[in-house]
């Protein structure tokens, strides 16, 4: 396996599929079907992305590693949480809602990366370091300070993810190529949606976020919510295994898009914020053309992906150094 090819085909695709996810996120309630889609994506495209961020993560205990991933991150998540509190007041006349403590939107994403390295730091070594991390998101969720204050409640839900891309070796990735693997993935793919197509409503997909504290979005009994995250990690735990084995492990088209995905991730939200009040989601809403969804977040990641633009977010979102912002490994 071209390990290189690998992970850039998995960042490529599972950018696509968060694209994907906040342009369907305006029809879960009109359409079953890209409800379930919607729903289907979310139990593994951000589990997946923490995961192989964990991957890379494996130089946590080097010398001055954990203040660069700092100084790579932090800088651009401010500028973005400016940037997007003007963008959305000016253009769209929304709130203005400035904080650096609550992420705008996706931006949550690099505010919990830089937690999950300062986290890791922690736990890298620890005995029992992933069921320790388990039981505290399970048990956190009763903490209602626990919220969308730096990112927290996520933080906690998704670093297990990001351990146990940490521990994974190689070889243990090699592994999950052969054929008896793929075929169980592909297995997993259709059972998995067919069970959310006919039995898990989309209201459920609260639980997949780990956005918000128990009390502000269970669908059961209080005392028994500690189990549907329980349930959720498994369902997550499943479908990302299914995707890292159906992921290809040769070169592809779109492979080169992997190297680029924080950039075209940052960006994502200009062009689909613009979608929302468009033209093109009334003509949606009223004619049910919803493969026209999938079209369009293409040749969203296709422009976001042209390195005229992927060089102008570096330059910007850069502190001086040689490696682009768009790599974070």
């Not at 500028?79 to 996706?106: G, T």
């Not at 730096?150 to 990735?173: D, I």
């Not at 976020?209 to 735990?237: C, D, Q, S």
């Not at 499943?238 to 940052?266: D, E, H, Q």
Request: aromatic letters at 20%; hydrophobic letters at 55%.
């Amino acid at each position: 396996m071209n390990r290189i090819s690998y992970f850039d085909n998995a960042r490529a695709i599972l950018i696509y599929l968060v694209i994907v996810g906040h342009i369907l996120s305006k029809f879960i309630d009109d359409n079953h079907l890209m409800g379930s889609i919607y729903m289907f994506i979310y139990t593994f495209h951000m589990p997946a992305f923490t995961l192989i961020s964990g991957f890379f993560a494996k130089k946590i205990y080097e010398s001055g590693y954990l203040l660069k991933v700092v100084k790579k991150l932090l800088l651009p998540y401010i500028l973005l949480q400016i940037f997007y509190s003007f963008y959305y007041y000016y253009i769209f006349h929304d709130s203005i809602e400035f904080s650096l403590f609550i992420p705008r939107w996706a931006l949550w994403f690099l505010l919990s990366l830089i937690l999950w390295n300062i986290l890791l730091f922690f736990f890298g070594k620890m005995k029992f370091g992933l069921p320790i991390a388990l039981i505290i998101s399970i048990l956190i969720g009763y903490d209602e300070s626990v919220s969308e204050i730096l990112s927290l409640s996520r933080t906690f839900f998704f670093f297990p993810f990001f351990l146990v891309g940490y521990y994974l070796k190689t070889e243990q990735l090699l592994k999950l190529k052969t054929r008896t693997h793929v075929i169980v993935g592909t297995l997993l793919a259709m059972f998995g949606f067919i069970i959310i197509y006919y039995f898990i409503p989309i209201e459920q997909h609260v639980w997949l976020l780990g956005k918000r504290p128990y009390a502000e979005m269970t669908t059961v009994p209080l005392e028994w919510a500690w189990l549907g995250r329980f349930i959720a990690y498994i369902a997550m735990a499943i479908t990302t295994y299914m995707f890292l084995t159906l992921v290809p492990n040769k070169r592809r088209f779109y492979t080169s898009i992997g190297a680029v995905t924080i950039s075209i991730y940052l960006l994502h939200m200009v062009v689909v914020r613009i979608f929302y009040d468009s033209p093109i989601k009334v003509y949606i809403d009223e004619t049910k053309q919803y493969w026209i969804i999938f079209i369009l977040a293409a040749c969203i990641l296709f422009v976001l992906s042209r390195k005229p633009i992927v060089t102008l977010v570096d330059r910007i979102c850069t502190m001086p150094s040689k490696k682009k912002a768009s790599q974070i490994d």
